[in-house]
């Protein structure tokens, strides 16, 4: 799986868009990016995942490069309950769902 | 809701003995995984297993075992605990198939005294 590189540490206002970028310039043509993110004390929670087209659930947006060497992670309007770490991580489809997980982002969103 | 639980949230284990984390999920996955977190050093895969009594290594399978019987249970197995296998442990389950994500449970902190 390729390498992600992300910002240790944000902060984001409350109601205000929080984007989370993510690096991931080795990536191979059929491999997705995934995102994840860990409230403390809890095991990681999917969000959202996507290959070359931009994505959007009801948490959040992705935002791939057309180049598909980095992407960004949007949450439209953060919420105090959203301060967590966020894992990009990149992997193929056909993994079974196994992943690398490095130490992602500690976003901290602020009243 | 979907659900993957582990059995417990905190346990205190003495150097030496025989350990069993467990793990169960109720979404008919095929797929299981057990992972350890440590501080700087991310998530890390130990096991994980694609079928019952079926079962893959990880990125560090040393010092780990473990037992999937059923489908919906996945057993971790320390058979000598040590203390640097203190850490917090997140067992995960998935679907079979292509672009399955993972749900993961509220993991077990161990503490190895």
């Known amino acids: 799986d390729a390498k992600t590189t992300q910002p240790p540490s944000m902060d984001c206002a409350e109601g205000r868009a929080a984007n989370l970028p993510c690096n991931h310039s080795t990536i191979s043509g059929n491999e997705y990016v995934y995102w994840y993110r860990q409230i403390h004390s809890q095991g990681p929670q999917y969000i959202i995942h996507?290959?070359?087209n931009n994505e959007t659930n009801e948490m959040a947006s992705l935002i791939i490069t057309e180049d598909r060497k980095s992407s960004t992670l949007i949450l439209p309007h953060a919420t105090l309950r959203d301060t967590a770490v966020y894992y990009c991580i990149v992997r193929v489809a056909t993994n079974a769902g196994k992943s690398t997980f490095g130490d992602g982002t500690t976003l901290t969103v602020k009243p | 809701d979907v659900k993957v639980t582990q059995s417990s949230r905190y346990l205190v284990k003495r150097t030496g003995e025989k350990v069993f984390l467990e793990c169960v999920q109720d979404m008919d996955h095929e797929n299981m995984f057990w992972y350890r977190q440590d501080p700087g050093l991310g998530l890390r895969l130990i096991y994980f297993?694609?079928?019952?009594?079926?079962?893959e290594k990880g990125d560090i399978p040393e010092g780990y075992s473990v037992s999937r019987e059923k489908k919906e249970r996945f057993s971790l197995i320390l058979e000598s605990a040590s203390t640097n296998q203190t850490s917090m442990y997140l067992c995960?389950?998935?679907?079979?198939?292509?672009?399955?994500?993972?749900?993961f449970g509220q993991g077990t902190r161990l503490t190895v005294v």
């Open positions: 996507g290959l070359k």
């Open positions: 297993s694609y079928d019952v009594k079926m079962k």
């Open positions: 995960a389950s998935s679907k079979e198939g292509l672009n399955t994500e993972a749900f």
